[in-house]
Nanobody
Framework: QVQPVESGGTLVQTGDSLTLTCAAS????????VGWFRQAPGSRREFVAA????????YYGDSVKGRATISRDSAKSTVYLQMNSLKPEDTAVYYC????????????????????WGRGTQVTVSI
């Protein structure tokens, strides 16, 4: 059973860039759809980005569109989330999730559409 493992979260300053990594443990992502979500204290989980397995088409949440890039290295079974121009409101625990999807079915932007979840990595953006 594949287990996503996130890394790369840290304390950064406003305007900095950061790359988060999601690696597959216990298996491979193969053609799974992989998504990133985040949750700040007292807030609901929010969709950040997702990448499809077959076409590598990417999808972004409105709050990060233009500032985030999701990519995958299938050989390494790893997915990356690069975020630029970070803001204090980007502070949250970032979670990686994976889900097998049929060809032609886009990744879900709802966390309920994912079966495999990582434990999260903390990103803190200071003013």
């Amino acid at each position: 059973q594949v287990q996503p493992v996130e890394s790369g979260g840290t304390l950064v300053q406003t305007g900095d860039s950061l790359t988060l990594t999601c690696a597959a443990s216990g298996g491979t992502f193969g053609v799974f759809a992989v998504g990133w979500f985040r949750q700040a204290p007292g807030s609901r989980r929010e969709f950040v980005a997702a990448i499809s397995g077959y076409t590598e088409r990417t999808y972004y949440g409105d709050s990060v569109k233009g500032r985030a890039t999701i990519s995958r290295d299938s050989a390494k079974s790893t997915v990356y989330l690069q975020m630029n121009s970070l803001k204090p409101e980007d502070t949250a625990v970032y979670y990686c999730a994976a889900e097998p999807r049929q060809m032609g079915v886009p990744p879900s932007k709802n966390g309920l559409g994912y079966s495999y979840w990582g434990r999260g990595t903390q990103v803190t953006v200071s003013i």
